[in-house]
């Protein structure tokens, strides 16, 4: 299952790794109202009320109805500036290697932000970012094996996915231009119409 394909997926197994890898990452917390007795780790404790505990996104989620949640930091208003001044240059894969499908993920109704704005503003900004990596991507793709190597070191997963595909792609081409690839075959859709209609013919004239 693709990175962006778990986010909406509500039938997702629970033993799906990359919704495992996604969930697993943890999201800043902060009590709502005086807790007591609350085991969230391995042992219980009280939390009183704005105290503040990282949990992993699967819990924080559940737990909306006494905890709110702060934007992580690789998504937060000053992230978005540097992501917006110029995505081609940042290391996504440092800020977390399901980067995307993480943000979409933060837009869930399970979350509840001290300001929507602030997700609003955080959903423009990956959209634009992705349609600008998408191009520089493509672009890269062309580039000499050891420019390939430095770019995918700054993918996200599921960028790494494309560039992979876009390189394949970008071979195939290059090696059908210079008669390197192998001949254009009849397709076996055709082939088997082909076959059919002999064979009917033949049945015909008998």
């Known amino acids: 299952m693709s990175d962006l394909g778990i986010v ?4 997702a197994s629970y ?3 990359d919704d495992i890898l996604m969930t697993e990452n943890k999201i800043s917390c902060r009590a709502r109202y005086d807790l007591v007795d609350l085991e969230l780790r391995r042992t219980a404790e009280d939390f009183h009320e704005g105290k503040k505990v990282d949990l992993p996104i699967w819990m924080a989620m559940r737990l909306n109805e ?11 208003t000053h992230f978005q500036g540097i992501l917006n001044a110029d995505p081609e240059v940042v290391n996504l ?8 499908a993480m943000g979409l993920q ?4 399970n979350f509840d932000f001290a300001d929507d704005e602030d997700i609003i ?9 992705s349609a600008r990596r998408v191009s520089w991507i493509s672009d890269m793709a062309a580039a000499d094996h050891y420019q390939q190597s430095k770019v995918d070191s700054k993918l996200d997963d599921m ?10 792609e970008r071979k195939s081409w290059e090696d059908w231009t210079r008669g390197m690839s192998n001949r254009l075959t009849e397709s076996k ?3 088997k119409s082909r076959k059919r209609k002999r064979d009917a013919l033949a049945q015909k004239n008998n």
């Open 106 to 109: 933060l837009t869930s109704e």
């Open 8 to 11: 909406d997926d509500q039938s």
């Open 189 to 191: 859709f055709i082939a």
């Open 121 to 129: 503003n955080m959903c423009q900004t990956l959209l634009q970012a």
């Open 15 to 17: 033993l799906d790794i």
């Open 159 to 168: 960028e790494k996915e494309m560039y992979a595909k876009a390189i394949s």
């Open 93 to 100: 894969h440092k800020e977390g290697p399901k980067y995307f």
């Open 66 to 76: 006494f905890f709110r949640h702060e934007i992580p930091k690789q998504y937060n």
